[in-house]
């Protein structure tokens, strides 16, 4: 497939289709011939301030506390490479084998948009590698946000062949791949060294990495919580619109329309007047976790559009520095997700336990069709606590500023690459979570009804899911280890929920 790589805004999705493309090496780049005119007008501005003489950051003058050494000639020839170099000290286990590759893909868009002053050279370089999918191995710690100076001169070494680069789960030597693909390695020019250190693509990939995992645990969430509701027999009057439309609540009406329109058809009246508020708050609580997603999808692709260099090259002849580099509204919008995100586990969590309350749900006891000394389901409630209290602790916020750096010249900070972090983390946990949510379902609508799948009280979405795992799990009888059955419930639940069965349901389009 030949690939225009133009300069027009990149959505969420095209971003993730085409990294599946490029990681499938189904893909050719193919430049337009504006960016590359841009890109040489801004590179020959750079050449010509260096030989004018005049002051230019990370150029001809030191980084940070040392903005005020000048350098002579014969330093400036190698001060490129020296700059890279000299600010590679992350340190840590590798990130996951996609973010090198997301970085490259992120770093790839900027550049493209001009201004950065980047040589042609080292761009058309920095695309082969994309090309090729090649996914430089970075380590964990090492950025607060502040440009992420330290991974990203990792990531730069690594393209120049002095790193490392994942391969098929593998660390090998980046310098190896290089030659073995006929790349050659190019001299670094002009302010080369900052295009690759002195941006937040970091953080950027890291962000992308923990939006597109906690849009997918979101949806299975949003469908664990149908299944519970559906197999309480919940008062469905309560996704009314009669019902959401007397206040404005960030995405309380979007949410509660969107299982309405599943419930329309279903006529089984309810069991309760009134229901627990982990049932009867669904709505509200996934309405803001809507509204926070939908958020944090537009300030990710406002960084991924925008250009996060300094110092940049304006009206093809000043090099000036700008605070783009610095992104509080990215870190800070994570952060919100992760506390919506807190609040809705905690709703998956008060349905499992209600599910196995037979005071409330008129089920047997821990939904054990036995009773007596049988355990049942009960064990699993002692799992999704320890899960529930990590999810909890993810919500903790971390983008304070930090102790100044650099003698105090960076004395702001953001932790957006941290703040990413705690969102995938919190996303894989809240995956296992609506894993138990849905078996626990499950197991409750088996004891509810004598046959689900010609049942007119259950939605389709709900039958089909229940049909899904009775594939591979069966009705718990008696007391059996049942770990494997949570994981593999969550397995099928993600897959489920990315089906084109499910398109029509899928939130974030």
């Known amino acids: 497939m030949i690939y225009n790589f133009n300069n027009k805004r990149i959505k969420l999705n095209h971003f993730f289709e085409t990294l599946q493309l490029i990681k499938e090496n189904k893909i050719k780049f193919q430049i337009n011939k504006n960016i590359l005119t841009k890109i040489k007008k801004d ?10 003489g005049q002051s230019v950051y990370g150029m001809n003058t030191g980084l940070g506390s040392n903005v005020n050494y000048k350098l002579n000639k014969k330093e400036i020839e190698n001060f490129q490479q020296l700059i890279i170099e000299g600010r590679s000290s992350s340190v840590g286990k590798f990130l996951d084998e996609d973010i090198g590759l997301l970085l490259l893909y992120a770093r790839c868009i900027q550049l493209s948009k001009g201004n950065t002053g980047i040589s042609p050279k080292l761009f058309k370089h920095l695309m082969k590698c994309l090309e090729k999918g090649f996914s430089p191995a970075i380590p ?3 950025s607060i946000g502040a440009g992420d100076l330290t991974q990203n001169a990792t990531f730069g070494l690594a393209l120049l062949g002095k790193g490392k680069f994942w391969n098929n789960g593998k660390i090998i030597n980046s310098k190896n791949k290089l030659v073995s693909n006929k790349i050659k390695l190019p001299k670094l020019e002009g302010k080369d060294a ?15 990495k923990a939006l597109s995992d906690t849009l997918t645990a979101f949806m299975m969430m949003q469908f664990s919580a149908l299944f519970s509701f559906e197999a309480f027999i919940g008062n469905k009057q309560i996704f009314s619109p009669e019902v959401n439309e007397l206040r404005v609540s960030p995405g309380q009406n979007e949410c509660a329309r969107w299982y309405d329109n599943i419930f329309k058809n279903i006529l089984q009246k309810p069991r309760r007047l009134q229901d627990p508020l982990s049932f ?18 537009e300030y990710w692709e406002n960084e991924l559009n925008g250009i996060s260099d300094s110092p940049v090259v304006l ?7 700008t605070p783009n580099f610095h992104n509080p509204a990215l870190a800070q919008i994570m952060e919100s997700v992760t506390l919506s995100n807190a609040m809705i586990a ?29 355990a049942g389901l009960m064990p699993l409630q002692k799992t999704a606590a320890s899960i529930l209290s990590e999810i909890r602790q993810c919500a903790f916020p971390i983008s304070f500023d930090t102790s100044p750096v650099s003698d105090t010249v960076e004395d702001m900070s953001t932790m957006t690459p941290s703040s990413a972090k705690k969102l995938i983390r919190q996303s894989e ?20 009804h004598d046959n689900i799948s010609n049942s007119k009280l259950i939605s389709s979405p709900t039958k089909l899911m229940f049909k899904i795992i009775r594939k591979t799990i069966d009705k718990i009888l008696i007391d059996r280890p049942i770990e494997n059955d949570i994981e593999t419930t969550a397995v099928e639940l993600e897959e489920f929920i990315k089906s084109k069965k499910l398109k029509k349901f899928w939130i974030f389009n």
């Open 315 to 321: 009206n093809n002849k000043d090099l000036v520095s």
């Open 280 to 297: 009867r708050t669904i709505s509200v609580c996934h309405g803001l976790g809507m509204t926070n997603i939908t958020r944090l999808i």
């Open 429 to 448: 946990l809240m995956k296992l979570l609506s894993g138990i949510e849905t078996l626990v379902s499950c197991q409750a609508l088996d004891l509810r």
């Open 194 to 208: 900052m295009a690759l250190i002195n941006h937040s693509c970091l953080s950027i990939a890291l962000s992308g």
């Open 43 to 52: 590179f020959a501005c750079v050449r010509q301030s260096l030989n004018s």
């Open 140 to 142: 964990e710690f090492g």
């Open 346 to 374: 905690n709703g998956s969590f008060q349905r499992i336990q209600k599910l196995m309350n037979n005071e409330i749900s008129d089920l047997p006891g821990y939904l054990s069709p036995i009773g007596g000394k049988s």
